[in-house]
């Protein structure tokens, strides 16, 4: 037996019972603290609010609590503490509770003071910065001068609002240097404080180029007119950053100055920039400094300037002006703009007419539509477009000359403009200049019939379909699906007839389905196909058997039947693959009989495929679905052939068919597409509930481990939690602290021994200890290695339970059922019988039937039920101890005990464990 010392461990003892039921006589103000923990983070806001509320009532010693709990980064979750200080902050700081705002500012400050750690001051700062104001200022400018926490304070400060945060920083920038004087300067800035404009431009001069560019930045963001000399003034021996940052600073300044009325002199700053910044790479600080003179002049006194940048041959600065000129209101003068667009070059013309035609300018439409008679290509495709937009189809004819050129940039240009067009209008457009445009134009408006689906032209498309320039053939193929109407079926056969591309025969082929289905008689739909397959040669009855399978039909599946006899094995290979595509499920049957035939592994798996894809959504009941599979499945052979009917089963939502994918989660070459179907069949989605009941949970618990990916294992493992839930199973372990459990008190016998006094003295030692090694990291119960068992706070009699764990390798641990060792755990590597046996059985078997541990590092799952003396064990969904009897190792002459707590095992190796879900046997 293993050595076992008493254990200590720390435990919030009894909180989700106090949670739920309300303070209690003689509770103590830690317990009620952790048992509201336990409601964050809350499901609702008015959850939340409800638990913050009762925090806040507890008073300033819950507060100082909570705050008390922060963990230093690494040495323990503390995210429900996070949570609920952030909820009684936000919930004290609701209109019309003064009172307790104040309480709660005055709890934090206090711990503040006494927090010793960076990152938990930080934490603590950014909470008073939601909430406080003025009583925060002098309190918190005691931390300005420590480097770490003089950033966060400043913030908190500056959202304060208040004219004394401004005195604080002012006077604490005497005295400050390095990171901190670079915090304040610019908390200053985000002030906008005038007051400390000259300390600033005193500051601005110094050498230390951090605090130097600081300063800057806060003078340009106050924006007091003193300090333009200082921000014009850039220094030759400057930082290259101090250098590229001085035009975004002054241009800032500008707004700055704007804002405060400073119009002129806003406009005197960017002025110069116009001219100035026109090298490649400051097309930015132009446009920038474009909108600030329009804001600061306003549209009458700039329309002269903003003219001119309309006109410029740098691009980007052209279309900042041009965003700005289609926004105009009171200064627009459309005879001006005219002017300038016969004025302007042709890129310029180009952007200044889609300028226009975003106005919706009508005035301007004669102009527009004469430009598209231009002889520069740049303005006439830009033309086609406004021209449309602003005169509909009343410019087709100006259009198409685009269309005729045969250029494929005036023929894209032209295709655009013309989409503007409604179908009615422009389809019968397309058809009378089709026929002769050159063929760039032709695969344009054959592109535009698909879009259109313009079945009225399927003549026009069929001829060109026919054309000797390639590139037509290809458009007016692809556009055949979908202008093909019923009556034209027998032309597309005879064009798939004649065809000889393979990449032209697929096209046919969906053209020839496409006409075959909008045919009513489902039987009458194969029939020009059939009289061209009695005529035509072998490889052409290659195609059209490829073709039979879009359509389906009995005669046709009369005729694929025949085939599968052919001698010629392309023919032969063709027309399984037809049956296996079939479109219904009128193929089953002989797909079911060609199953247990074939021999070729390709036509198995097709074969195979077809009837997964085709049982799940006939017309048969659930049973024969499930028969038709699991037929299918007994003559599967290699394990692609399984998993297609693994996921055929799946896709008949039926719970009868989970324990057919089950028993594949064992075969390593299946398991993941086993564990993938699973899935689909347990999982809820839009339309279906799916599964309920123990079987469900437990084929999602024992699938988990081999889905690949996190968004769908998470939510598995959630589901599983909850189908536990559902049928009575309660959590040991809710996933955010130690609730429920204890440290551990010696052995069954001697802890009985122990008068309460004596119990109560080394449970709270036990507890103590337990804090140390057991945490909660990241909804993992963790063991550092160090410690000792822990315990159930509870004592269990029969039970059954599910528990999630891993170890390291080398690793060793169990779980000790009514306080009695133990059901095995340990590295497979290094004890190869496995885990899950009754370690301690010296009369019945003590080892596993099976190994089926996972290896160390991966998480593993125990299914555990104990009835009155007897264990079974299912590890990782296998069963391997089959209702033995657990014996007592304690005292060796008496049965295992009646009841007793359930003990995870320290064994001075790391460990980890979750989903710790049990449920009581009650006695009949």
Same mark, same amino acid.
């Given at each position: 037996?293993?050595?076992?010392?008493?254990?200590?461990?720390?435990?919030?003892?009894?909180?989700?019972?106090?949670?739920s039921?309300?303070?209690?006589?003689?509770?103590?103000?830690?317990?009620?603290?952790?048992?509201?923990?336990l409601?964050?983070?809350?499901?609702?806001?008015?959850?939340?609010?409800?638990?913050?509320?009762?925090?806040?009532?507890?008073g300033?010693?819950?507060?100082?609590?909570?705050?008390?709990?922060?963990?230093?980064?690494?040495?323990?979750?503390?995210?429900?503490?996070?949570f609920?200080?952030?909820?009684?902050?936000?919930?004290?700081?609701?209109?019309?509770?003064p009172?307790?705002?104040?309480?709660?500012?005055?709890?934090?400050?206090?711990?503040?003071?006494?927090?010793?750690?960076?990152e938990?001051?930080?934490?603590?700062?950014?909470?008073l910065?939601?909430?406080?104001?003025?009583?925060?200022?002098?309190?918190?400018?005691?931390?300005?001068?420590?480097?770490?926490?003089?950033?966060?304070?400043?913030?908190?400060?500056?959202?304060?609002?208040?004219?004394?945060? /401004?005195?604080?920083?002012?006077?604490?920038?005497?005295?400050? &240097?390095?990171?901190?004087?670079?915090?304040?300067?610019?908390?200053?800035?985000?002030?906008?404080?005038?007051?400390?404009?000259?300390?600033?431009?005193?500051?601005?001069?110094?050498?230390?180029?951090?605090?130097?560019?600081?300063?800057?930045?806060?003078?340009?963001?106050?924006?007091?007119?003193?300090?333009?000399?200082?921000?014009?003034?850039?220094?030759?021996?400057?930082?290259?950053?101090?250098?590229?940052?001085?035009?975004?600073?002054?241009?800032? #300044?500008?707004?700055?100055?704007?804002?405060?009325?400073?119009?002129?002199?806003?406009?005197?700053?960017?002025?110069?920039?116009?001219?100035?910044?026109?090298?490649?790479?400051?097309?930015?600080?132009?446009?920038?400094?474009?909108?600030?003179y *329009?804001?600061?002049?306003?549209?009458?006194?700039?329309?002269?300037?903003?003219?001119?940048?309309?006109?410029?041959?740098?691009?980007?600065y052209?279309?900042?002006?041009?965003?700005?000129?289609?926004?105009?209101?009171?200064?627009?003068?459309?005879?001006?703009?005219?002017?300038?667009?016969?004025q302007?070059?042709?890129?310029?013309?180009?952007?200044?007419?889609r300028? +226009?035609a975003?106005r919706?300018?009508?005035s301007? #439409?004669?102009?527009?539509?004469?430009?598209?008679?231009?002889?520069?290509? $740049?303005?006439?495709?830009?033309?086609?477009?406004?021209?449309?937009?602003?005169?509909?189809a009343?410019?087709?004819?100006?259009?198409?000359?685009?269309?005729?050129?045969?250029?494929?940039?005036?023929?894209?240009?032209?295709?655009?403009?013309?989409? #503007?067009?409604?179908?009615?209008?422009?389809?019968?457009k397309?058809? /009378?200049?089709?026929?002769?445009?050159?063929?760039?134009? %032709?695969?344009?408006?054959?592109?535009?019939?698909?879009?259109?689906?313009?079945?009225?032209?399927?003549?026009?498309?069929?001829? $060109?379909?026919?054309?000797?320039?390639? @590139?037509?053939?290809?458009?007016?193929?692809?556009?055949?699906?979908?202008?093909?109407?019923?009556?034209?079926l027998?032309?597309?056969?005879?064009? $798939?007839?004649?065809?000889?591309?393979?990449?032209?025969?697929?096209?046919? %082929?969906?053209?020839?389905?496409?006409?075959?289905? %909008?045919?009513?008689?489902?039987?009458?739909?194969?029939?020009?196909l059939l009289?061209?397959?009695?005529?035509?040669? /072998?490889?052409?009855?290659?195609?059209l058997?490829?073709?039979?399978?879009?359509?389906g039909?009995?005669?046709?599946l009369?005729?694929?039947?025949?085939?599968? %006899?052919?001698?010629?094995? &392309?023919?032969?290979?063709?027309?399984?693959?037809?049956?296996?595509?079939?479109?219904?499920?009128?193929?089953?049957?002989?797909?079911t009989?060609?199953?247990?035939?074939?021999?070729?592994?390709?036509?198995?798996y097709?074969?195979?495929? !077809?009837?997964?894809? =085709?049982?799940?959504?006939?017309?048969?009941?659930?049973?024969?679905?499930?028969?038709?599979?699991?037929?299918?499945?007994?003559?599967?052979?290699?394990?692609?052939?399984?998993?297609?009917? =693994?996921?055929?089963?799946?896709?008949?939502?039926?719970?009868?068919?989970?324990?057919?994918?089950?028993?594949?989660?064992?075969?390593?070459?299946?398991?993941?597409?086993?564990?993938?179907?699973?899935?689909? +069949?347990? *999982?809820?989605?839009?339309?279906?509930?799916g *599964?309920?009941?123990?079987?469900?949970?437990?084929?999602?618990?024992?699938?988990?481990?081999?889905?690949d990916?996190?968004?769908?294992?998470?939510?598995?493992?959630?589901?599983?939690?909850?189908?536990?839930?559902?049928?009575?199973?309660?959590?040991?372990?809710?996933?955010?602290?130690?609730?429920?459990?204890?440290?551990?008190?010696?052995?069954?016998?001697?802890?009985?021994?122990?008068?309460?006094?004596?119990?109560?003295?080394?449970?709270?030692?036990?507890?103590?200890? *337990?804090?140390?090694?057991?945490?909660?990291?990241?909804?993992?119960?963790?063991?550092?290695?160090? !410690?000792q068992?822990?315990?159930?706070?509870?004592?269990?009699?029969?039970?059954?339970?599910?528990?999630?764990?891993?170890?390291?390798?080398?690793?060793?641990?169990?779980?000790?059922?009514?306080?009695?060792?133990q059901?095995?755990?340990?590295?497979?590597?290094?004890?190869?019988e496995?885990? !899950?046996?009754?370690? @301690?059985?010296?009369?019945?078997?003590?080892?596993?039937?099976?190994?089926?541990?996972?290896?160390?590092?991966?998480?593993?799952?125990?299914?555990?039920?104990?009835?009155?003396?007897k264990?079974?064990?299912?590890? @990782?969904?296998?069963?391997?101890?089959?209702?033995?009897?657990m014996?007592?190792?304690w005292?060796? !002459?008496?049965?295992?005990y009646?009841?007793?707590?359930?003990?995870?095992?320290?064994?001075s190796?790391?460990? #980890?464990?979750?989903?710790?879900?049990?449920?009581?046997?009650?006695?009949?």
């Amino acid at each position: 037996m293993k050595t076992r010392r008493a254990s200590i461990f720390a435990v919030f003892a009894a909180a989700a019972f106090l949670a739920s039921s309300g303070p209690v006589p003689g509770q103590s103000l830690a317990d009620r603290v952790s048992a509201l923990l336990l409601e964050f983070p809350a499901e609702t806001a008015a959850d939340r609010d409800a638990a913050a509320s009762e925090l806040i009532r507890l008073g300033p010693p819950a507060v100082a609590d909570l705050c008390g709990r922060l963990a230093e980064p690494g040495a323990a979750d503390d995210n429900l503490v996070r949570f609920a200080l952030d909820a009684v902050v936000v919930r004290s700081g609701r209109p019309g509770a003064p009172d307790e705002r104040a309480m709660v500012v005055d709890a934090i400050l206090k711990s503040l003071n006494a927090s010793r750690d960076p990152e938990i001051g930080t934490f603590m700062i950014s909470l008073l910065q939601k909430t406080g104001k003025t009583e925060i200022v002098k309190p918190l400018a005691r931390f300005l001068s420590r480097p770490a926490l003089a950033g966060p304070v400043v913030r908190a400060l500056t959202a304060t609002g208040v004219s004394e945060a /401004e005195t604080a920083l002012l006077k604490a920038l005497r005295t400050a &240097q390095g990171d901190p004087a670079a915090a304040i300067i610019q908390g200053l800035g985000d002030l906008r404080s005038r007051k400390a404009t000259p300390a600033l431009l005193r500051l601005a001069e110094k050498s230390d180029p951090k605090i130097r560019a600081a300063a800057l930045d806060a003078l340009a963001n106050i924006g007091d007119l003193s300090a333009r000399p200082a921000l014009e003034r850039v220094r030759i021996a400057a930082p290259f950053e101090e250098r590229a940052g001085a035009a975004v600073r002054l241009l800032l #300044f500008g707004r700055r100055l704007a804002e405060s009325g400073l119009s002129s002199e806003a406009a005197a700053i960017a002025r110069p920039f116009l001219s100035d910044y026109s090298a490649p790479g400051e097309d930015h600080l132009r446009a920038a400094a474009l909108t600030l003179y *329009m804001d600061a002049v306003g549209e009458k006194e700039g329309l002269k300037i903003l003219m001119e940048a309309a006109g410029s041959p740098e691009a980007k600065y052209r279309q900042k002006a041009l965003d700005i000129a289609a926004g105009l209101r009171t200064s627009w003068s459309t005879a001006d703009w005219i002017g300038l667009l016969d004025q302007a070059a042709p890129d310029v013309q180009a952007d200044l007419i889609r300028m +226009l035609a975003r106005r919706g300018e009508a005035s301007v #439409f004669p102009v527009i539509r004469e430009k598209l008679r231009s002889g520069e290509d $740049l303005v006439r495709r830009a033309a086609a477009g406004a021209a449309a937009r602003l005169g509909g189809a009343g410019v087709w004819d100006d259009i198409v000359p685009l269309f005729k050129s045969g250029d494929e940039a005036d023929v894209d240009a032209a295709k655009k403009a013309v989409l #503007f067009f409604p179908s009615d209008v422009l389809i019968p457009k397309i058809a /009378e200049i089709l026929p002769a445009a050159p063929p760039s134009a %032709q695969v344009a408006l054959l592109g535009i019939l698909a879009e259109r689906t313009a079945k009225v032209q399927a003549g026009n498309v069929l001829s $060109l379909c026919l054309s000797p320039d390639e @590139n037509v053939r290809a458009a007016a193929l692809a556009a055949l699906e979908q202008t093909v109407s019923a009556d034209d079926l027998p032309a597309v056969v005879d064009l $798939l007839l004649q065809a000889a591309s393979p990449h032209e025969i697929v096209l046919i %082929q969906n053209a020839v389905a496409a006409a075959a289905r %909008q045919i009513p008689d489902p039987e009458a739909r194969a029939v020009p196909l059939l009289k061209a397959l009695e005529r035509a040669d /072998e490889p052409k009855r290659i195609d059209l058997l490829r073709t039979i399978s879009k359509i389906g039909g009995a005669a046709a599946l009369d005729v694929v039947r025949t085939e599968i %006899q052919n001698p010629d094995p &392309q023919v032969q290979a063709v027309a399984v693959f037809a049956l296996a595509n079939w479109p219904d499920e009128s193929a089953v049957p002989d797909l079911t009989r060609l199953a247990k035939s074939v021999s070729d592994r390709k036509f198995r798996y097709l074969v195979l495929q !077809g009837i997964a894809r =085709l049982v799940p959504g006939s017309g048969l009941t659930a049973a024969e679905k499930l028969d038709a599979l699991r037929d299918a499945l007994a003559s599967a052979v290699e394990a692609d052939e399984k998993t297609v009917i =693994l996921d055929g089963i799946a896709a008949v939502l039926a719970p009868e068919g989970l324990e057919t994918i089950v028993k594949f989660l064992d075969d390593p070459d299946i398991q993941v597409r086993a564990a993938k179907a699973v899935l689909r +069949l347990v *999982m809820p989605v839009a339309g279906y509930g799916g *599964m309920t009941g123990m079987s469900a949970a437990a084929a999602l618990k024992k699938a988990v481990p081999f889905v690949d990916y996190e968004f769908d294992r998470v939510p598995a493992e959630s589901r599983a939690r909850e189908l536990l839930t559902l049928e009575g199973f309660t959590p040991l372990f809710n996933g955010k602290d130690l609730t429920g459990w204890k440290g551990l008190v010696a052995d069954p016998p001697e802890r009985a021994g122990l008068a309460p006094a004596e119990l109560a003295r080394a449970q709270a030692e036990a507890d103590a200890e *337990m804090r140390a090694h057991w945490r909660v990291v990241e909804g993992i119960l963790s063991f550092d290695g160090k !410690g000792q068992n822990l315990c159930t706070v509870r004592d269990y009699g029969d039970f059954e339970m599910f528990v999630d764990w891993k170890i390291e390798p080398g690793g060793d641990s169990g779980l000790y059922l009514r306080g009695s060792p133990q059901i095995q755990i340990w590295d497979p590597a290094q004890w190869p019988e496995g885990s !899950g046996g009754l370690y @301690n059985n010296k009369t019945n078997p003590n080892k596993p039937a099976f190994r089926a541990d996972r290896p160390a590092g991966e998480w593993n799952t125990f299914y555990i039920k104990m009835a009155r003396e007897k264990v079974t064990v299912d590890l @990782n969904g296998v069963r391997v101890v089959d209702n033995v009897v657990m014996e007592n190792c304690w005292e060796r !002459g008496k049965p295992i005990y009646p009841s007793g707590q359930i003990e995870l095992q320290a064994h001075s190796t790391p460990l #980890f464990f979750k989903n710790i879900y049990l449920r009581e046997i009650r006695p009949i």
